[in-house]
Nanobody
Framework: QAQLVESGGGLVQAGGSLRLSCTAS????????MGWFRQAPGKEREFVAR????????YYADSVAGRFTISRDNEKNTVYLQMNSLKPEDTAVYYC????????????WGQGTQVTVSS
């Protein structure tokens, strides 16, 4: 059974918006920081955003700061990534991650959801 399930990807024109969702089991969601990574074709996987388990702190890659917002709903065990002012270079497979404070990428990974931004 998948521990993290993403949804919300799709095709959007440049300048548009999408919201990604990731639902985790209650045990995982309450125990870990949550975040998003992405991987574009031919490129390495990169960090996008992170939210602390408490929800009090968020962190963003410079490339998305000011355009993307990460949030979490503790009642729904769901983390969101609101993506605005999308650019073609945001095209990638986006992965939801749950992990400890000092090693987010070493935790649980979702299956990924495709985001395609057309110019």
């Amino acid at each position: 059974q998948a521990q993290l399930v993403e949804s919300g990807g799709g095709l959007v024109q440049a300048g548009g918006s999408l919201r990604l969702s990731c639902t985790a089991s209650g045990r995982i969601f309450s125990s870990y920081d949550m975040g998003w990574f992405r991987q574009a074709p031919g490129k390495e996987r990169e960090f996008v955003a992170r939210i602390r388990r408490s929800g009090t702190r968020t962190y963003y890659a410079d490339s998305v700061a000011g355009r993307f917002t990460i949030s979490r709903d503790n009642e729904k065990n769901t983390v969101y990534l609101q993506m605005n002012s999308l650019k073609p270079e945001d095209t990638a497979v986006y992965y939801c991650v749950a992990g400890p404070e000092d090693r987010l990428a070493g935790g649980y990974w979702g299956q990924g959801t495709q985001v395609t931004v057309s110019s």
